[in-house]
């Protein structure tokens, strides 16, 4: 399966926006790239998905590479509440649901 | 709707015990999944179904059991406890695969002795 690489923690500013990187430099024509984020104590929340172009939702903006192989989540002001561990996954067109890699750990200051 | 509900919260089990996880939800959603996250790690997929009477192995099936005789039901079996399966385990479900998000359940923190 295709794996995916992020930085371990990133730091933002409150009300500034964040850009988190993921690579996946092995990505197949079929897998999907979902975002995930992990509050402390708590299950994992879908933030967004997509396959080929660049997608929008209220969370957030997701930014993927003409070749796929790179992919950004773009929360457009951070708030406290946003402190979270991000994950980027890839789920294979086929076989096995999704496989979480370590994520970023997002710390936001005030 | 309820949405992914799970029980026990916590659990402590001795090794050796048996025990069932339970898994429900009310969204009439064909996929269901099961996780376990281990301190400070990501998830890992332990077994998943893609609709009632069909399951399939993850990445971490070894000692433990999984069945879906219903869309809403999935509960996850830990067959004989050990310490190395002390975690917390999440259940999620979804209406598809590749292009649907998951919901994930509160999780269960199960602490083998």
């Known amino acids: 399966d295709a794996k995916t690489t992020q930085p371990n923690s990133m730091e933002s500013n409150e009300e500034e926006p964040v850009h988190l990187p993921c690579n996946h430099s092995t990505i197949s024509g079929t897998d999907y790239i979902h975002w995930y984020r992990q509050l402390p104590s708590q299950g994992p929340e879908y933030v967004i998905h997509?396959?080929?172009s660049n997608v929008n939702n209220r969370m957030a903006s997701l930014a993927i590479a003409e070749d796929r192989k790179s992919s950004t989540l773009i929360l457009h002001r951070a708030t406290l509440r946003d402190a979270a561990v991000y994950y980027c996954?890839?789920?294979?067109?086929?076989?096995?649901?999704?496989?979480f890699g370590g994520g970023t750990r997002l710390m936001v200051k005030p | 709707n309820a949405g992914v509900t799970q029980t026990p919260k916590f659990q402590v089990l001795k090794t050796g015990q048996s025990m069932t996880l339970q898994c429900a939800q009310d969204?009439?959603?064909?996929?269901m999944s099961w996780y376990r996250q281990d301190p400070g790690m990501g998830l890992r997929l332990i077994h998943y179904s893609v609709g009632a009477g069909i399951t399939d192995q993850g990445e971490v099936p070894n000692g433990y059991n999984v069945s879906r005789s219903t869309t809403e039901d999935f509960p996850l079996r830990l067959l004989s406890a050990a310490p190395s399966q002390t975690s917390v385990y999440f259940c999620?479900?979804?209406?598809?695969?590749?292009?649907?998000?998951?919901?994930f359940g509160p999780g269960t923190r199960l602490t083998v002795t």
């Open positions: 996954i890839l789920i294979p067109g086929a076989g096995n649901m999704l496989t």
């Open positions: 997509g396959l080929t």
């Open positions: 999620a479900s979804s209406y598809g695969r590749l292009a649907y998000e998951q919901y």
């Open positions: 969204m009439n959603h064909e996929y």
